[in-house]
């Protein structure tokens, strides 16, 4: 039976004007924080040029000291600015963390690697690895210093979030850090959806069924 739910697909292709609004479950945000850019970031900042409706804005300002969220579109959150359009200052903040709309990830990363201090990361796609034009612009000369594959799936629908739904889809953060030297290092992002979520990270109607379960 084929499956309907509206979670991300990995045949899924955005129009060229589309805003690619898929917000981040907040689980996926913690568990870079925990199992891949680890230690203390209080005294850091970020910057997440994608921020939507703030959805993995909220979550980075848990851990950093300063948090600026910017976004393309007006959400009601953050400052309206085109990241990939308009210049960015050198080395302005310590990270740049962001889902980015797919199509525009490698500019994205590009333009974020110019802007941060220590590193960047962006929640992508496992596909992003794939393609000659990545390779060249990106990866050859400039790999990231940590692919983290999520092991458990990380389902996103368009325009809001929803603990209930379901993708096919894989994702990984990909990582980068000026200071790395060496090759990539290749990591796994173990279970963790279920201690990483909290309450209120859903709307009421949207909560996932082991939690509503859990508080019904």
Do not use: K
């Amino acid at each position: 039976m084929q499956n309907t739910s509206h979670a991300v697909m990995a045949q899924r292709i955005e129009p060229a004007d589309s805003p690619d609004d898929f917000p981040t479950p907040p689980w996926a945000t913690r568990a870079l924080l925990d199992h891949v850019v680890r230690g203390d970031l209080s005294a850091l900042s970020c910057w997440e040029p994608a921020c939507g409706a703030g959805h993995m804005a909220r979550v980075l300002a848990e851990r950093f000291g300063e948090v600026r969220a910017s976004d393309a579109h007006d959400y009601g959150y953050g400052i309206v600015r085109d990241f990939v359009a308009r210049p960015v200052a050198v080395r302005q903040v310590d990270w740049v963390i962001t889902n980015p709309p797919f199509r525009l990830a490698e500019e994205f990363v590009v333009r974020a690697l110019d802007a941060a201090r220590v590193g960047v990361a962006i929640l992508a796609r496992t596909v992003f690895l794939e393609s000659t034009g990545r390779y060249n612009g990106i990866f050859r000369d400039r790999p990231p210093a940590r692919f983290a594959q999520f092991v458990e799936r990380v389902p996103m629908v368009r325009g809001r979030l929803d603990g209930r739904a379901t993708t096919a889809t894989g994702y990984a953060w990909f990582v980068w850090e000026h200071a790395h030297r060496g090759a990539p290092q290749l990591m796994w992002i173990p279970p963790c959806r279920r201690d990483l979520e909290r309450p209120g990270d859903y709307p009421p109607e949207a909560q996932p069924a082991a939690r509503r379960a859990r508080t019904g």
